[in-house]
Nanobody, 116 residues
Framework: QVQLVESGGDLVQSGGSLRLSCAASGIIFSILSMHWYRQAPGKQREWVATISPEGVTTYSDSVKGRFTISRDNAKKMVYLQMNSLKPDDTAVYLC??????????WGQGTQVTVSS
C-alpha cells in the first residue's frame, strides 16, 4: 500500500525558513521521481518541484532560487527546504509520486502559513 506522509508545516514570518519532509512507503522509492505541489485556498493545485531518482531537480519559477528539493533513498524521504518565504507561499504542501502504471499518489498535506 502506497503511503506518503508530509510533516514540517508551520506558521512562519515573511523571510523565514521551513523544511518539509515526506516519508514514503509501499513503493520502490529509489527508482521514482518525487514531487512537491501546493494548494492555496481558492486556487488550483500548483506544481512546486521535482527530484528524479538520480537527484536531478526542477522548480517552478515562483520558487526557483528560494526552495530546494532533496531526497534520501535509504530512508525513503523527500524534503523541501524553503527559504525567504513570502505570504504568497501560504498553502497546503503535498508530496506526490507517479508509479510506472501512471497512477498518482498524494499525501494528506502539511499547512504552511507565512505571515507578513
Amino acid at each position: 500500500q502506497v503511503q506518503l506522509v508530509e510533516s514540517g508545516g508551520d506558521l512562519v514570518q515573511s523571510g523565514g525558513s521551513l523544511r518539509l519532509s515526506c516519508a514514503a512507503s509501499g513503493i520502490i522509492f529509489s527508482i521514482l521521481s518525487m514531487h512537491w505541489y501546493r494548494q492555496a485556498p481558492g486556487k488550483q493545485r500548483e506544481w512546486v518541484a521535482t527530484i528524479s531518482p538520480e537527484g536531478v531537480t526542477t522548480y517552478s519559477d515562483s520558487v526557483k532560487g528560494r526552495f530546494t528539493i532533496s531526497r534520501d533513498n535509504a530512508k525513503k524521504m523527500v524534503y523541501l527546504q524553503m527559504n525567504s518565504l513570502k505570504p504568497d507561499d501560504t498553502a497546503v504542501y503535498l508530496c506526490s509520486v507517479r508509479l510506472p502504471s501512471n497512477r498518482d499518489y498524494w499525501g494528506q498535506g502539511t499547512q504552511v502559513t507565512v505571515s507578513s
